[in-house]
């Protein structure tokens, strides 16, 4: 029910599931759980405390669970959890949490392209695109269904909202709103994600509110608390409203500019 390569080197502390494939030259360490179905490839290096759900593919050379890249790691018990139906592409690095976290998370239905780094105490919610080359220092939190462009770097703590798309080559150095786009150097608040938005089946109506409640924010000059206050009186009490509000308040870097 499993097939593993002849030139894989697979600890017998390692957990793997049913019909896993372990491609050549691809070392598994103890305390490693693998779950069903998944496909590791040729020289991919699983390090101790890696959590895989079931389906997850991953491809040539890249390397989870390893140390946290922090000066504060003293070698607890961390770990890095994967859902199911992650791709993570080749030669991307995943690191372990520190104590912070206690962990790195990818969620389900991901894509992880190459050498795409996620950093230690990262939280990745679930359908996250990132695109070649995205590199990310620690205690990122990106939401669901979120797309970054190819060679962009974030910030540690930076937020990203749900449903917001990054373009490629950028610097995020402050948390992006959900349903936006963000773009340009320095970056900036580029407008709504209508084309996201429209694709994942969200309705002209509530598309409308989460503009207009981005003009509030963004165009009206009121202080930051005072537009949030005007949105939450004026607009229709939708969920995707509150998620804006919610975001914001809880925002501890400040939120992308307008200009």
Excluded at 74 to 100: P, S
Excluded at 156 to 163: A, S
Excluded at 218 to 224: D, G, H
Aim: hydrophobic share 40%; with cysteine; proline share 4%.
């Amino acid at each position: 029910m499993v097939e593993i390569h002849p030139t894989a080197i697979v600890h017998p502390d390692a957990q793997l599931g049913e019909n896993v494939r372990v491609g050549p030259f691809a070392v598994i360490e103890a305390d490693v759980v693998v779950g069903d179905e998944c496909d590791i490839g040729p020289h991919v290096y699983l390090d101790s405390g890696t959590r895989l759900g079931k389906r997850v593919k991953i491809s040539k050379g890249a390397v989870l669970g390893t140390a946290p890249q922090d000066l504060k790691y003293g070698g607890e018990k961390t770990y890095l959890e994967v859902g199911d139906d992650t791709t993570i592409r080749e030669f991307a690095t995943l690191n372990r949490g520190t104590e912070y976290h206690g962990k790195t998370v990818v969620g389900t239905h991901c894509f992880l392209m190459a050498y795409v780094h996620v950093a230690h105490d990262c939280i990745l919610g679930n359908h996250v695109i990132l695109s070649n080359g995205v590199n990310m220092a620690g205690h990122v939190e990106i939401e669901d269904h979120v797309g970054i462009g190819g060679l962009t770097a974030i910030h540690q703590f930076v937020r990203i909202g749900r449903y917001s798309f990054v373009g490629g080559g950028l610097r995020v150095t402050k948390d992006v709103p959900p349903y936006v786009l963000a773009m340009g150097e320095p970056i900036r608040y580029g407008g709504t994600n209508v084309v996201g938005l429209k694709r994942k089946g969200f309705s002209s109506e509530v598309m409308r509110e989460i503009k207009r409640a981005y003009n509030i924010i963004y165009r009206s000059n009121l202080l930051m608390k005072e537009a949030i206050k005007a949105v939450e009186s004026q607009l229709q009490p939708y969920p995707e409203i509150q998620v804006i509000v919610d975001f914001i308040r809880k925002s501890e870097r400040g939120i992308i500019p307008l200009k």
